[in-house]
């Protein structure tokens, strides 16, 4: 069955760095988009970045773009994202999701969550101040 499975989350210091990977399993990830959200206590789920299925382009919400980087690596089924300068805003639950199969956006469809089908279970990232 399709899996992601996430990790890589933790506690660290404003303008500190993580690195989350995303491992996943039971698709040709290398056909897929990728996307990174995120979910804070009473929030809804929020687009952090997207990463094509070639890794040829990228996307990143206005908030966290110039201090995150999504990447993939279609020989290890993995995509991350390095976080730098982090803020205790950047507090939250960490999801990797599937997107669609070989598309290329126009717009910016990719920030939606129905855009994506399969999710992990989540990595908590917190930022203390």
């Known amino acids: 069955q399709v899996q992601l499975v996430e990790s890589g989350g933790g506690l660290v210091q404003a303008g500190g760095s993580l690195r989350l990977s995303c491992a996943a399993s039971?698709?040709?990830?290398?056909?897929?988009?990728m996307g990174w959200f995120r979910q804070a206590p009473g929030k809804e789920r929020e687009f952090v970045a997207h990463?094509?299925?070639?890794?040829?382009?990228?996307y990143y919400a206005d908030s966290v773009k110039g201090r995150f980087t999504i990447s993939r690596d279609n020989a290890r089924n993995t995509v991350y994202l390095q976080m730098n300068g982090l803020k205790p805003e950047d507090s939250a639950v960490y999801y990797c999701a599937f997107g669609r199969s070989g598309t290329y956006y126009i717009g910016s469809a990719y920030r939606s969550v129905d855009e994506y089908d399969y999710w992990g279970q989540g990595t908590q990232v917190t930022v203390s101040s």
């Open positions: 990463i094509s299925w070639s890794g040829g382009r990228t």
């Open positions: 039971g698709r040709t990830f290398g056909s897929y988009n």
